[in-house]
């Protein structure tokens, strides 16, 4: 069955620190892996990643893929309150339309 | 685009009643998902719709859930009848249809069956 475990569950922080969730998988087929923030309610997608050691940025956060290793990685440096959230990572593997999602890492960023 | 839309927000209701839950996808995506939420599971896939039509119910949990696409614009997922177990947040999302999707979640619908 297709897995993906995310660490830490829970994380707190300070603003201005850096921080890195973590998520690894196993799949019978890989295809790609993505990153969603949920904040309050629905999740919003970060990022999609396919390619192995291509690291994708947007503003303060980026994220890198090992295929070799089955995980994946989100910085997010000068961290700040708006930070705050569940952040989810998930694969999709044979059924390509499927995702299937780790239960998430809850990131609290305090002024 | 005022986003995928899910109605209602909260539900809270009793053992062996009907739910039906309501979505409205994003206009000109043609995919569409069903999720469900919990602390102990997570987010899992329940059915998804490609053009209106069902193409994987396999998440459906039982056949207290039905769930129906009869336009491109509307989507029911509906509980009957309902149980405690079945509280959860419903995510309704849709796509584009590019694969994998990249879906864009509507709020929710908090179910409580007491």
């Known amino acids: 069955e297709d897995k993906v475990v995310q660490s830490p569950l829970s994380l707190v922080v300070h603003e201005g620190d850096t921080v890195t969730l973590n998520c690894s998988y196993e799949?019978?087929?890989?295809?790609?892996l993505l990153w969603y923030k949920q904040e309050k309610k629905a999740p919003t997608f970060l990022f999609m990643l396919t390619s192995s050691g291509i690291e994708k940025k947007s503003g303060r956060l980026s994220s890198i893929l090992d295929k070799k290793e089955l995980f994946s990685i989100l910085n997010i440096t000068a961290t700040q309150t708006g930070d705050s959230a569940i952040y989810l990572c998930a694969h999709s593997g044979g059924s390509n339309y499927k995702l299937t999602f780790g239960k998430g890492t809850l990131l609290t960023v305090n002024p | 685009d005022a986003g995928v839309i899910q109605s209602p927000r909260h539900e809270v209701t009793e053992m062996g009643q009907e739910v039906t839950l309501r979505c409205k996808p994003i206009?000109?995506?043609?995919?569409l998902f069903w999720y469900r939420q919990t602390m102990m599971r997570g987010l899992e896939l329940l059915i998804y719709f490609n053009n209106n039509v069902p193409i994987d119910d396999s998440g459906m949990p039982e056949d207290r859930f039905s769930a129906k696409m009869p336009n491109a614009s509307f989507s029911t997922l509906k509980i009957q009848p309902s149980e405690p177990r079945d509280s959860a947040v419903y995510f309704c999302?849709?796509?584009?249809?590019?694969?994998?999707?990249?879906?864009?979640f509507g709020s929710g619908t908090q179910l409580s069956v007491l």
């Open positions: 799949v019978t087929n890989f295809r790609s």
């Open positions: 206009s000109g995506h043609n995919s």
């Open positions: 999302a849709s796509s584009h249809g590019s694969l994998p999707p990249k879906l864009f």
